[in-house]
């Protein structure tokens, strides 16, 4: 076994088995502050955060799988891959987050905590996460019916 192999195995272990694990624990720590009436926002906020760093292990590896580990292209396309996760699925999912906050702050949800009109800033990021998603996903339209490269 080499030394990069085992560096890698003890990674997966960590982010994989005990990340997750710790999570479940701090979760449990913050259910018991609370029932005690404590402050237990930083355990629920150290769960979630050990769950953050198994899930971004896990996108990880799922992004630099895509190409061999000498593949000159190997970080463009992990890259690539992150670009189009992000602008294919993650600003979709937002922008139909920010149509409901918007329908729940235009109903009079929130308006003693929020004074003002903050539905029009919610609409305003729905339709800007419309409008990039939409406007990646013509770019790789046309780079798609391209030739496949700049001359």
């Given at each position: 076994?080499?030394?990069?192999t085992?560096?890698?195995?003890?990674?997966?272990?960590?982010?994989?088995v005990i990340?997750p694990?710790?999570?479940?624990?701090f979760?449990?720590?913050?259910?018991?502050?609370?029932?005690?009436?404590?402050?237990?926002?930083?355990?629920?906020?150290?769960?979630?955060?050990a769950?953050?760093?198994s899930?971004?292990?896990?996108?990880?590896?799922?992004?630099?799988?895509?190409?061999?580990?000498?593949?000159?292209?190997?970080?463009?396309?992990?890259?690539?891959?992150?670009?189009?996760?992000s602008?294919?699925?993650?600003?979709p999912?937002?922008?139909?987050?920010?149509?409901?906050m918007?329908?729940?702050?235009?109903?009079?949800?929130?308006?003693?905590?929020?004074?003002?009109?903050?539905?029009?800033?919610?609409?305003?990021?729905a339709?800007?996460?419309?409008?990039?998603?939409?406007?990646?996903?013509?770019?790789e339209?046309f780079?798609?019916?391209?030739?496949?490269?700049?001359?």
């Amino acid at each position: 076994m080499s030394f990069l192999t085992g560096l890698t195995s003890l990674t997966n272990w960590f982010g994989n088995v005990i990340m997750p694990t710790l999570a479940g624990l701090f979760f449990v720590i913050a259910v018991l502050r609370f029932s005690r009436s404590a402050p237990f926002q930083y355990s629920l906020y150290a769960g979630f955060a050990a769950l953050m760093v198994s899930g971004i292990l896990r996108a990880i590896e799922r992004f630099a799988a895509q190409r061999a580990w000498n593949d000159p292209d190997a970080v463009w396309v992990t890259l690539l891959g992150l670009v189009n996760w992000s602008a294919n699925v993650f600003l979709p999912l937002y922008g139909v987050l920010q149509v409901a906050m918007a329908i729940m702050h235009y109903g009079g949800m929130g308006f003693r905590i929020y004074p003002g009109a903050p539905w029009a800033r919610h609409v305003l990021a729905a339709m800007a996460c419309f409008g990039l998603s939409g406007l990646l996903r013509l770019a790789e339209f046309f780079i798609a019916q391209g030739t496949g490269g700049v001359s």
